[in-house]
């Protein structure tokens, strides 16, 4: 797709939600996003592509820290991990650290907006000073109280 001209490209994987039983659904999950993810890396690489291309791998939340009743995680919106590669991103980069348990960000912390700053900036696209417009009005495309991280910019 990318290599005909699609400049965006959405994967999803579902199943990840496991309030219950996330040991075995872990186990099943892991191999194939982990094969998953690699492949796709490793392809871009292969083909001189992953220099043009962001690949980004998230959810929009963490998991508990702590096991609940179930042998499940629940929703942790205090803490959670965002794997990059390619244009724009500092390879091997590690941005961040939590308490021991894992429970509470104790520095680096950032937030949504200052990831959208980072993922544009890596893309070229001014993010302090581009907007869109929506029904007439001029919105900014990212948060203005957030800013690029710059140590995740190559």
Same mark, same amino acid.
């Given at each position: 797709?990318?290599?005909?001209?699609?400049?965006?490209?959405?994967?999803?994987?579902?199943?990840?939600?496991?309030?219950?039983?996330?040991?075995? +659904?872990?186990?099943?999950? $892991?191999?194939?996003?982990?094969?998953?993810?690699? %492949? /796709?890396?490793?392809?871009?690489?292969?083909? =001189?592509?992953?220099?043009?291309?962001?690949?980004?791998?998230?959810?929009?939340?963490?998991?508990?820290?702590?096991?609940?009743?179930?042998?499940?995680?629940?929703?942790?919106?205090? +803490?959670?991990?965002?794997? $990059?590669?390619?244009?724009?991103?500092?390879?091997? %980069? /590690?941005?961040?650290?939590?308490?021991?348990? =894992?429970?509470?960000?104790?520095?680096?912390?950032?937030?949504?907006?200052?990831?959208?700053?980072?993922?544009?900036?890596?893309?070229?696209?001014?993010?302090?000073?581009?907007?869109?417009?929506?029904?007439?009005?001029?919105?900014?495309?990212?948060?203005?109280?957030?800013?690029?991280?710059?140590?995740?910019?190559?």
């Amino acid at each position: 797709m990318l290599e005909a001209g699609v400049r965006f490209v959405k994967v999803n994987s579902y199943g990840w939600d496991t309030h219950g039983d996330n040991f075995n +659904a872990h186990a099943s999950l $892991m191999p194939r996003f982990d094969q998953a993810f690699t %492949a /796709i890396v490793e392809d871009l690489d292969e083909r =001189g592509m992953l220099e043009h291309v962001l690949v980004i791998a998230m959810s929009e939340f963490g998991r508990t820290p702590r096991i609940n009743g179930h042998i499940g995680r629940d929703h942790w919106p205090e +803490a959670w991990s965002i794997a $990059m590669t390619g244009t724009g991103i500092k390879q091997g %980069a /590690i941005i961040g650290e939590t308490n021991t348990e =894992g429970t509470w960000v104790t520095s680096e912390a950032h937030d949504i907006g200052h990831f959208f700053h980072t993922w544009f900036n890596a893309l070229g696209i001014d993010s302090e000073h581009t907007e869109y417009i929506n029904e007439g009005q001029p919105l900014p495309i990212a948060n203005d109280d957030c800013s690029p991280i710059q140590e995740l910019l190559a």
